[in-house]
């Protein structure tokens, strides 16, 4: 039988823009040493840790680890796309929940470049020739990102499906850009109006630039133990992973022609379909969401994959503002990937920080009233996708 895993503690640093950072070993050391300090625990009783990032050499991870302390511990370097971060939590989870360890650190990085999401993102992980006939329908802009040909494409095979208006797509961006401004840790904290985002240099219809998340760097971290370990250090009550699933593409990504499918919604349906399964719980039950906005068209489909509104309805869920505080669920109260920032190895440790802050009512100006049940969801083409549901009872 499989033990609980509880995080009883997190870090992370304020993101930066590309050229503005420390070095990925400085800013992944601070991260740690702030979870450790968050634990209340010595890196000495950390027994794995599990270290994600994408931009780097093998052994990054040690790099970092070797600045919180040199005590020959097995360190697993980690790289799954964006949802690197997830993805070395997952293991973490693993760890404790199988008894290979009691505590076990997560930490993701990323010193990424300027321009990285269009010239260095990872393409060629991802076999975009398979969906040779779907990508000629939307292609219009040569000189547009890969990345944002194929989440602009989603959204249009959205767009096409169910009629909607491309301002929808603005309205997602405006609301990260308003929770953001909550945020000390937001790379752009400044709120901005649907207007100024429509009326932003388009990049791939139907995103404008203010749609597009922009390359970041940072650091981020989580300590995940086993119960009894949580109870010898004071930690009963601590928040827990009540259920994590990750799925990779299916069939259905490169055989059914659509775009939507081959960005990954099938891949999120999966995962939290599984999820809430052995959690108990449904999408009706959960508080707080930090999901993967990478681009505005993604958080719109993603709404309906994890089944926070009913396919074809998230124009009227996010018209309506049951996306934000006082509607049915708050999504990204961080600012998201849109303005907070999106350091690929960081992501989903920064998301799991902020839904650990939300679930303790730690998350000041941006507090989620009474949040006990938290969701969250980190997307890597290519593909990988994590769904991690946390609670604190």
């Known amino acids: 039988m499989s033990r609980r895993a509880y995080v009883i503690g997190v870090g992370m640093i304020k993101f930066a823009k590309p050229g503005a950072s420390e070095d990925y070993w400085e800013m992944g050391s601070k991260a740690a040493k702030a ?52 993805t070395a939590l997952w293991l973490a989870r693993q760890a404790i929940a199988g008894g290979e360890a009691e ?14 999401l269009g010239s260095k993102y990872n393409d060629r992980a991802i076999p975009v020739e398979k969906h040779a006939g779907v990508m000629a329908k939307v292609q219009g802009f040569t000189s547009a990102p890969a990345a944002a040909q194929m989440f602009g494409g989603a959204g249009r095979e959205y767009m096409w499906k169910y009629g909607t208006k491309r301002e929808t797509f603005g ?5 990260a850009r308003r929770h953001a401004a909550n945020n000390p840790y ?25 749609q ?20 010898k250090h004071g930690k009963a009550g601590a928040v827990y992973i009540a259920a994590q699933a990750m799925t990779t593409d299916y069939a259905s990504t490169f055989a059914e022609d659509s775009m939507m499918k081959m960005v990954g919604y099938d891949m999120t349906a999966n995962a939290a379909r599984r999820v809430y399964e052995q959690a108990g719980v449904g999408p009706a039950d959960v ?44 999504t990204n109260p961080s600012g998201g990937l849109l303005s907070k920032g999106h350091p690929l190895g960081a992501t989903g440790l920064a998301q799991c920080t902020e839904l650990v802050w939300q679930l303790r009512g730690q998350a000041e100006k941006r507090q989620v009233k009474g949040a006990k049940v938290a969701l969250q969801h980190n997307l890597g083409l290519g593909g990988a996708c994590v769904v991690t549901m946390y609670r604190r009872d």
């Open 287 to 330: 508080d707080v969401v930090e999901l993967h906005d990478c681009f505005t068209a993604n958080e719109l489909i993603t709404y309906e994959g994890l089944g926070l509104c009913p396919e074809g309805g998230a124009e009227k869920f996010i018209w309506e503002g049951q996306n934000t505080y006082g509607g049915k669920v708050v």
């Open 171 to 175: 309205k997602i961006s405006e609301k």
């Open 103 to 116: 505590c076990v650190l997560a930490l993701g990085f990323e010193k990424m470049e300027k321009g990285a």
């Open 35 to 86: 979870a450790l300090a968050d634990a209340g625990v010595p890196y000495a009783d950390v027994e794995q840790a599990m270290v994600g990032y994408v931009y780097g050499e093998s052994t990054c991870g040690q790099r970092a680890v070797y600045e919180v302390g040199l005590t020959g511990i097995p360190v697993v370097n980690v790289n799954n796309n964006c949802s690197t971060g997830s």
């Open 212 to 231: 597009c998340c922009p390359p970041t760097c940072g650091a981020a971290a989580a300590i995940v133990c086993s119960e009894d370990f949580a109870k």
């Open 186 to 210: 937001a790379l752009f904290a400044e709120p901005l109006t649907l207007d100024e985002i429509m009326a932003a240099p388009e990049v791939f219809d139907p995103l404008t630039r203010y």
